[in-house]
């Protein structure tokens, strides 16, 4: 099963985590990253999982490069029944819109007709955790639990 990882992002930190998903899980899976900016809303493939590695920025809005994605999926509407996504939200519970950005893009995704699997996993940055710790940590479970 190829593994997709897309990340939007506003200074850089859910690329980070991207990336450091990918060096943990690449000697046992076929996985890469992807910005969210670059990828074509109409193409995804639906024998990949998704992992949706997302920031919040602004009051709760979504990050910069999660934004032509999120407008691209509204705009053509692509039916995405059979796709599966789990989603990781990066964020600071210093705000009340915490995580906020994640949760749009997953809701997004579950209108086209989109599954989620496993838990949100979150990272908020008043924790003093690594964000890539807490991703890796995340993905591995998510992996351990799917079913097969
Ligand atoms: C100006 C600004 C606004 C932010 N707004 C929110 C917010 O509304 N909710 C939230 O949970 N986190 C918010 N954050 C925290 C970021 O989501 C967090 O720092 C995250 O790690 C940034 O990831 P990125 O570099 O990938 O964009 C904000 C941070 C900044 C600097």
Redesign the pocket.
């Known amino acids: 099963m190829k593994i997709q990882v897309l ?11 991207a990336e450091d998903i990918v060096d943990a899980l690449a000697a046992e899976h076929d996985i890469e990253a992807h910005d969210m900016s670059k990828v074509a809303a109409d193409s995804l493939d639906r024998e990949a999982l998704y992992l949706v590695v997302c ?7 979504l ?1 910069n490069s999660a934004q032509p994605f999120y407008n691209a999926l509204g705009e053509l509407s692509p039916d995405l029944n059979g796709l599966r996504f789990a989603t990781f ?13 994640s949760q749009i893009i997953a809701e997004r995704l579950l209108e086209l007709g989109a599954h989620s699997v496993g838990e949100r996993g979150l ?1 908020d ?1 008043s924790s003093g955790l690594l ?1 890539g710790d807490v991703a890796v940590e995340w993905a591995r479970q998510l992996l351990e639990d799917l079913p097969a």
């Open positions: 990340f939007g992002t506003e200074t850089g930190n859910a690329e980070m985590v920031s919040t920025y602004g009051d709760g809005e990050p939200g990066l964020g600071d519970s210093f705000y009340g819109t915490y995580n906020n950005g990272h940055a964000p």
